[in-house]
């Protein structure tokens, strides 16, 4: 009874440990404009008028894995609150368009978006954006502040 128990304890930490090895990592974050030829324009200022389409950017996520068919799989959800109240959850925003093969395992900068509109109040507001990884099942959020003027 005492082996089976130890055993069942190690099993449980090397699984443990194996979880803690598959996690994403990105390099940073960038709120963006979307320019006219469909490309993202880094918004140092991270300040946004009521109406614009506000774009978090996530920079590098690695750490992807592959399914048997040597593609990846991942989908992201954006959250954006306000004074601590969610005003917006949209989840699974890529669907069947997330499965792809990823060069090195890398989504070099995915993207999550809302359109805010004139009826929202100006003010600090808080864009939460989680990207899975549905192969492995982890994932990585990005928490920033912006404000809508």
Do not use: W
């Not at 140092?44 to 996530?58: D, P, Q």
């Not at 989680?130 to 928490?143: F, G, H, R, W």
């Amino acid at each position: 009874m005492k082996k089976e128990l130890i055993a069942l304890l190690l099993l449980i930490f090397l699984i443990g440990c194996n979880q803690n090895e598959e996690k994403l990592t990105y390099d940073k974050t960038s709120f963006a404009v979307q320019l006219n030829d469909g490309t993202f324009q880094p918004l140092e200022n991270k300040t946004y008028n009521r109406g614009e389409a506000v774009h978090l950017v996530m920079l590098n996520v690695k750490e992807f894995r592959k399914d048997n068919y040597g593609l990846n799989a991942f989908d992201i959800n954006v959250e954006v609150s306000k004074d601590g109240t969610v005003i917006i959850s949209q989840a699974n925003l890529l669907g069947e368009g997330g499965n792809i093969n990823l060069e090195n395992n890398i989504a070099k900068s995915p993207y999550g978006s809302f359109n805010s509109d004139k009826s929202l109040e100006p003010g600090n507001y808080t864009f939460k954006m989680t990207i899975k990884d549905l192969i492995t099942n982890t994932e990585v959020s990005a928490v920033e502040n912006f404000q809508l003027v």
